[in-house]
Nanobody, 124 residues
Framework: EVQLVESGGGLVQTGGSLKLSCAYS????????IGWFRQVPGKAREGVSC????????AYADSVKGRFTVTKDNDRNTVYLQMNSLEPEDTAVYYC?????????????????WGQGTQVTVSS
């Protein structure tokens, strides 16, 4: 069974940095994509970034482009989201998600597997 576990959330000041991790396991295919999403209470879930299984293809939402970087370490079975120049508007619960059929693009599609989420709070 596919499992995703996020970690690395916390409290950071405006302009600071934070690095999230998504440890993955259970994939039986080599064409999967892992995405990062975030959600604020009362608002729709927002796609943030994604990376393909090889780590070569990435995509970013306009709201985070130039500030966030997604990378993948196949040896550690971990996807990272490096978040720099954080703003209060970045405050949200961040989720790691995966699908074994989707390509990585800002046309986010539907992800079948989800982690539990990790809270990121940016103080002003």
């Amino acid at each position: 069974e596919v499992q995703l576990v996020e970690s690395g959330g916390g409290l950071v000041q405006t302009g600071g940095s934070l690095k999230l991790s998504c440890a993955y396991s259970g994939f039986t295919r080599d064409d999967y994509t892992i995405g990062w999403f975030r959600q604020v209470p009362g608002k729709a879930r927002e796609g943030v970034s994604c990376v393909d299984n090889g780590g070569d293809e990435t995509a970013y939402a306009d709201s985070v482009k130039g500030r966030f970087t997604v990378t993948k370490d196949n040896d550690r079975n971990t996807v990272y989201l490096q978040m720099n120049s954080l703003e209060p508007e970045d405050t949200a619960v961040y989720y790691c998600a995966a699908d074994e059929h989707l390509i990585c693009s800002t046309d986010w599609g539907e992800y079948d597997y989800w982690g539990q989420g990790t809270q990121v709070t940016v103080s002003s």
